[in-house]
């Protein structure tokens, strides 16, 4: 149990597959849904402030490559165009972000956006925790109690 609790923290970290990936997992697995929950959502949150202090660090020696700076571009292109959808909204919109369990949402996308809007970690990042929270408590749900009920 303690190792599937441990893979479902990592899968948490990851892009992509973030904590709703980590809560499926973990219920399939046998791991309680507190200590899912809980683990998930630290898994999930873990990587926020790195995201926000260094992304744009890293953009920058990204953009100095012509291979690279393409895709930096285009990354920055794609969110100033939610710019208007996002920004007129701010932290709510930035918190929708994370906490609706789609694909293209989550932690990850939230702190990208925030980095391109230039939005101050002090803010974003508890409106991306609670977002995180958000998607966990419906990610547990799902994962947790319909789920399982529509197979046994």
Do not use: Q
């Not at 990208?112 to 408590?137: N, S, Y």
Request: charged residues 15%; positive net charge.
């Amino acid at each position: 149990m303690a190792h599937s609790a441990l893979i479902a923290f990592l899968m948490s970290m990851l892009p992509v597959v973030e904590l709703r990936g980590g809560l499926i997992f973990a219920s399939a697995s046998g791991v309680p849904f507190w200590e899912a929950f809980i683990i998930c959502c630290a898994g999930n949150i873990l990587p926020v402030p790195f995201i926000l202090f260094f992304l744009r660090r890293i953009f920058s020696l990204l953009e100095k490559n012509r291979h690279t700076a393409k895709l930096i571009s285009w990354l920055e292109d794609k969110a100033k165009k939610a710019e208007r959808r996002i920004g007129k909204y701010e932290l709510l919109g930035l918190f929708l972000l994370v906490a609706v369990p789609l694909p293209g949402t989550g932690a990850w996308t939230g702190s990208l956006v925030a980095v391109i809007f230039d939005m101050r970690v002090k803010r974003a990042f508890p409106a991306i925790a609670a977002g995180v929270v958000a998607a966990g408590v419906i990610m547990s749900v799902v994962s947790y109690f319909i789920i399982p009920g529509m197979f046994f």
